[in-house]
């Protein structure tokens, strides 16, 4: 069996975490890849959870030299649509050197390449230049809920010296990208409560403030008409962007093109002094997720909403701290509420911002492992979105990450037709070969 049809056979599985009717699925895509790491020489647990399972699969620990964590989940988003899919989600087909299948690029593409590296260079030389720990779980698309407790009970086990994830993006084909920052994130949702019924607006109107009214008075006050975030105090520990940082981000492909392409907006927008590549990955953000109240049905109907209510979330840089985060927004919302309504506010899940050097000897090792693999200098850039099981390696184990992704921006990750490129599985192949050699090169901490 080549390396491809192994990558074929465990996207068949279809392990869909959030859906309880694909439970046996998703843990026999764990038993499998538990057969597949010993058969090639790694000794593999099950590690049950409360909900699906942890492998755990580790070459010989030998020591004087450095221990490499590799992370990657098995488990994988829904499929639907299904009826804007062109093959089917769990029959993968190769088209145009693309695999198209549920879990090719997120992340079933990305970590099997790293096992298969592993396995390479352990048939060919018989031993690893470094200590590796594979850690697959199953719960990621539904948020990871049972991994941080299983770091911290397995935490000594799981010492490591570094931790590489190939589970982000490049910038574009064949373009080597180093991520190494991550915003963090803080969720609330407010309501806006009047009078005690919805109120016919002509003889009511004009005598009572509209929940309405005042929704959109709050979620207008969040900005300064230039993109500011008029929060008071919101950005009193935001770490400014190195001058490297704004260097190396200015020779990036346009971003301000990519942000339009990307989203089909007549033109961008955001704080002002700042380019869109460092709005989207170092600048902090305070979006509504939904605003609703009021008549929503065909034609008109008159009246004053007896409520009326919006979701907002904020997106957070080094050194925010996302609850004292939602305590400012909560104050602000407070001072900016219209009298004659009240206010309540619910807070929701928040998680925090992660930065690590990648000019650091971690970092470069990186670095050149992603400049041998591609045969150009690797790029260096932040992703806006979030990933908290990263920030929790550093909480629990102490130890910096390095993302190394493999997906390319049309691999429609959680979208129809997800896929990844035959070449990109073939360059996580080499790329886990050469980050191996390169970190075998640092002392073990
Ligand atoms: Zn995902």
Redesign the pocket.
């Known amino acids: 069996m080549s390396h491809l049809d192994d990558l074929l056979t465990h996207l068949r599985f279809p392990s869909i975490s959030t859906d309880p009717a694909h439970q046996a699925d998703v843990r026999a895509c764990a038993d499998w890849l538990v057969e597949k790491c010993r058969s090639i020489g790694l000794t593999t647990e099950l590690h049950p959870t409360p909900g699906h399972p942890v492998v755990i699969a580790r070459s010989e620990a030998k020591p004087n030299r450095p221990t490499v964590l590799i992370y990657g989940?098995y488990d994988?988003?829904p499929v639907d649509p299904l009826e804007l899919w062109d093959s089917p989600q769990f029959e993968p087909e190769i088209r145009n050197g693309r695999i198209f299948a549920r879990g090719s690029t997120?992340?079933k593409g990305q970590h099997y390449a790293h096992l298969c590296g592993v396995a390479d260079t352990l048939a060919e030389k018989g031993d690893l230049p470094v200590n590796v720990i594979f850690l697959l779980e199953g719960e990621?698309?539904i948020g990871s809920p049972h991994l941080e407790p299983f770091l911290r009970d397995h935490a000594d086990e799981l010492q490591c010296d570094v931790i590489a994830v190939s589970?982000t993006g490049m910038i574009g084909p064949g373009v080597p990208t180093l991520t190494y920052g991550l915003r963090g994130i803080a969720c609330l949702e407010f309501k806006v409560s009047g009078p005690a019924s919805d109120l016919h607006s002509g003889i009511y109107g004009g005598g009572v403030m509209n929940p309405a009214t005042a929704v959109a008075r709050l979620v207008a006050s969040l900005h300064e008409d230039n993109g500011r975030i008029a929060i008071e105090g919101f950005y009193d520990t935001v770490r400014p962007l190195q001058e490297w940082e704004r260097e190396q981000w200015a020779r990036l492909p346009d971003g301000d093109l990519a942000t339009r392409s990307e989203t089909g907006v007549p033109a961008v927008f955001g704080e002002a002094g700042y380019s869109s590549l460092e709005r989207r990955w170092a600048r902090p953000t305070a979006e509504v997720n939904g605003i609703w109240g009021g008549y929503q049905g065909a034609g008109s109907k008159t009246v004053i909403p007896r409520e009326a209510c919006a979701k907002l979330s904020f997106r957070l840089v080094p050194d925010q701290d996302p609850q004292e985060v939602l305590r400012l927004a909560r104050k602000h919302l407070e001072r900016h509420c219209p009298p004659g309504v009240t206010l309540e506010i619910h807070e929701g899940h928040h998680g925090q911002w992660y930065v690590m050097d990648p000019l650091g000897p971690q970092g470069m090792a990186a670095q050149r492992a992603l400049e041998q693999t591609f045969g150009k200098p690797s790029l260096l850039i932040r992703e806006g979105g979030s990933i908290p099981i990263i920030r929790s390696f550093k909480d629990v184990l102490g130890t910096d990450t390095l993302m190394l992704g493999l997906a390319l921006p049309d691999c429609q990750?959680?979208a129809p037709n997800e896929n990844f490129p035959v070449a990109n599985f073939e360059a996580g192949i080499q790329l886990n070969r050469y980050l191996l050699e390169e970190l075998a090169r640092l002392l073990p901490t």
Do not use: F, K, L, M
């Open positions: 989940h994988v988003q997120d992340n990621e698309e589970d990750a959680h």
